[in-house]
Every structure is written in C-alpha cells, then in structure tokens.
C-alpha cells in the first residue's frame, strides 16, 4: 500500500529561523512528489514538483528537495506569511485512479 | 478567469437527506476531481474524471456520485447523507500536467 508520512505534524519557528519539513514515501513506482500550501479555509494550492532523487526547486524562501525515500521542504529565514500547513503528495504508476495520495500535512506557525 | 469556483460554501444536512455539490471551472481544463479532508488525514480521491461523459472511482467512492456532461462541471451527487460522510470537499481541475492542477475553495459539510 502507498504511504505518505509528513513530520513534525506542527512546527512552531521564530521569524528568520530556518528549518525542513520531511515528507517519506513508500511507494511502488514514483511519477512524481508533489507539495501544495494549504491555508485556513481555503484549498491547496500548488508550489513544487519533483520527479527523480537529486532533483531541487526552489521558491521565495522555500526549497524542496528529493531522495529516493523522502523530501525535504526547506524553508529558510521565514516570515510570518509563511505559516500555512504544507501537504505533501505522491504521483504513482501502475494504473489505478487518477489522482495523488496525499500526507496528512505539517501545521507551520511562524512566530514575529 | 474565476478558476475553480465550489457552492455552497457550507451546508447542514439531516441524515438520509440528498444533496449536490457544485464544482465548476473556466479554464477548459479535461482533469477534474473531488477530495475529502478530514481531521488528522490527508486529502482522499472520492472520484474522477478524465473529459467530458468519463468518470471513475476514487480511493473513496462509497456514498457518491458523478457525472460529468459538460467541460466546465462536474457535481459530486450525496445520494443518502451519513454522518460519516461529515468532512470538507475539495473539487480540483487541471489540464494535462499535475503543476496546472488547481483546487477550488471547498464546501464544508455537516451531516447530523
């Protein structure tokens, strides 16, 4: 069965204090790690793509990067706009339904 | 471009009543589909659609239905409400890359 597990499920950061969120995955196949930002009331909204281990994409103050078992989203010197829960979710082949297994997110709060 | 649009924002149900969800997109995008979220779990894929008279089952089908007849919409049909079925929808359209996938606002559902 795919798996998506995000940590920490909150985070609570000063601004300007650097830190990564982890997304690991198990998964039979990966076509893509995708992150969305979520914030209160509102619908995800889409920041990255990765397709292959290596592979970076940076945003802002945000970067993410992936391994052949987990990402990382970067976030470095934050403000406080940036708190939102970021989701992370996974692409895989093999047929099935089209759409994407999603973590259950981390909560991100940024301190002024 | 008024992207995804979702009504109604919030809506209360008795248990054994019907209802439509309306999702809506103006951005001729092929792809739609509906999510759940529910506390402390990720979105789930309730159903799909892949163009125009096209549908298919999600990780979540159960209590649903969709038809797609044009484009633009794609209602998610509760046939007979439950209480478990209490969550917040996500309707999502995209064209052919997963990067263009926008989500819509949500509707927030109470089943009592």
């Known amino acids: 069965e795919d798996q998506v597990t995000q940590s920490p499920e909150a985070l609570r950061l000063q601004e300007g204090e650097s830190s990564s969120l982890n997304c690991s995955y198990t998964v039979s196949g990966l076509r893509g790690l995708f992150w969305y930002r979520q914030d209160p009331g509102k619908g995800p909204e889409f920041l990255f793509t990765?397709?292959?281990a290596g592979e970076e994409k940076e945003k802002e103050r945000l970067k993410a990067t992936l391994t052949k078992k987990e990402s990382f989203l970067h976030i470095t010197a934050p403000k406080p706009e940036d708190s939102a829960t970021y989701l992370c979710a996974v692409r895989v082949s093999g047929g099935g339904a089209d759409g994407l297994t999603f973590g259950k997110g981390t909560h991100l709060i940024i301190q002024p | 471009n008024a992207g995804v649009t979702q009504t109604p924002k919030f809506q209360v149900l008795k248990t054994g009543q019907s209802m439509t969800l309306q999702c809506a997109q103006d951005?001729?995008?092929?792809?739609m589909s509906w999510y759940r979220q529910d506390p402390g779990m990720g979105l789930r894929l309730i159903h799909y659609?892949?163009?125009?008279?096209?549908?298919d089952q999600g990780e979540v089908p159960n209590g649903y239905n969709v038809s797609r007849s044009t484009t633009e919409d794609f209602p998610l049909r509760l046939l007979s409400a439950a209480p478990s079925q209490t969550s917040v929808y996500f309707c999502?359209?995209?064209?052919?890359?997963?990067?263009?996938?926008?989500f819509g606002p949500g509707t927030r559902l109470l089943v009592l």
């Open positions: 999502a359209s995209r064209s052919g890359g997963w990067e263009t996938q926008y």
């Open positions: 951005m001729n995008h092929e792809y």
């Open positions: 990765l397709y292959s």
């Open positions: 659609s892949v163009g125009a008279g096209i549908t």
